[in-house]
């Protein structure tokens, strides 16, 4: 009876979706996307056409943004904030790392659950831990998807891009752009 019990808890282990998946980010249906206001009233947004990641069943998220596939609508402009904002040739892409292990143990098929999750953000060079309010569901087929529950604010002079949201504002002859950027997501996590 104990031998059967036993098998009977581990074969349920084992197909659980969350006990040997891993998990790839599905680039097409995932977005980052920004804010940015020139002239103090024009808000315009924007977002990134390549992004790259995976979280492990041991619950290691990791994310790249290829930076160069900043998406703005206007040609000359990707190519301006591809080089002077995040100075792509020596900082191609941004990387966030964040712990999700004990979130993973208690998310619920077809369920949804807000949590406050410590990212770790290297961008310029830099490395700043933020804490970003996500929310998470799992799909009936395993998927995951991760949303920013509200927008997370960056502070460009943090990960030094100062000058060069100057450097942009003096090519396109704008007597401001903002200085804090409000960053939204929708990752979709496809089960291996």
């Keep these: ?38 002239k103090n009233t024009i808000g315009e947004a924007h977002y990134f056409k390549k992004i790259a990641g995976e979280l492990t069943q041991s619950g290691q998220f990791s994310a790249d943004i290829q930076l ?33 292990s004990e979130h993973l143990k208690t998310l619920k098929t077809d369920q949804s659950q807000l949590l406050n999750i410590p990212a770790n953000i290297t961008l310029n060079g830099i490395n700043k831990t933020l804490a970003i309010d996500v929310l998470t569901t799992q799909l009936g087929n395993g998927n995951i998807i991760v949303s920013s529950f509200m927008p997370v604010i960056i502070n460009p002079a943090d990960f030094n891009l100062t000058a060069g949201i100057e450097k942009l504002q003096a090519l396109a002859q704008l007597p401001s752009i903002t200085q804090s950027v409000p960053v939204s997501f929708t990752l979709t996590l496809q089960k291996k």
């Design 68 to 100: 160069a596939s900043v998406e703005t609508l206007i040609p000359i402009r990707n190519e301006r904030m591809a080089q002077y904002l995040f100075n792509t040739k020596l900082s191609p892409t941004l990387k966030l790392n964040a712990a999700l």
């Design 1 to 38: 009876m104990m031998l059967k019990t036993l098998f009977t808890g581990a074969t349920l282990l084992l197909l659980s979706p969350i006990a040997l998946a891993d998990w790839s980010l599905d680039n097409d249906l995932s977005r980052v996307s920004f804010v940015s206001v020139k």
